[in-house]
């Protein structure tokens, strides 16, 4: 197992709904070290490049307006088998699915308003790492 780092965001329903400490503190009690975080307004332009790969799909453009319609929190995790885990510490993407004791099993009822987001594999922690923090990447 190595080290890895993966991209996570606390979604705009999950800043609304003050839930920027508990996910926060369930990452750091996992152990994941958060390497970079920042709170933003994602541009339009930035949101269609991080969800490129549903463009196209009926819930784009209303993904599109729902990550755009408030502040985020977008963190780099940095652990072992960090990607997985994060996945796994969110729970299905659908709550309906996600079991209770995940973030989405404990916080969200709908797939459009899921609260959290982590890569899905290295290639897209690499790129969505690179969307968001860019050369402010983490310095350590
Ligand atoms: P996430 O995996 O973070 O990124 C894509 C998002 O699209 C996903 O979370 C859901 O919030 C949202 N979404 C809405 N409808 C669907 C759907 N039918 N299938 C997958 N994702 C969906």
Do not use: C
Request: a negative charge.
């Amino acid at each position: 197992m190595a080290t890895e780092r993966t991209f996570a965001m606390v979604k705009p329903d999950g800043v609304v709904r003050g839930l920027i400490g508990t996910i926060v503190s369930r990452i750091e009690a996992k152990g994941y070290r958060i390497v970079a975080m920042k709170r933003m307004r994602i541009p339009r332009e930035l949101a269609e490049r991080h969800y490129g790969e549903h463009q196209g799909k009926p819930f784009f453009e209303p993904l599109v307006a729902f990550i755009t319609s408030g502040p985020v929190v977008a963190m780099v995790l940095e652990g072992e088998n960090a990607i997985a885990g994060w996945r796994a510490m969110m729970g299905a993407t659908n709550p309906a699915d996600a079991a209770v004791g995940t973030i989405r099993g404990d916080f969200a009822t709908t797939i459009d308003e899921n609260v959290a987001h982590g890569s899905d594999a290295p290639a897209t922690a690499r790129r969505e790492i690179e969307i968001f923090f860019g050369e402010d990447g983490p310095l350590d």
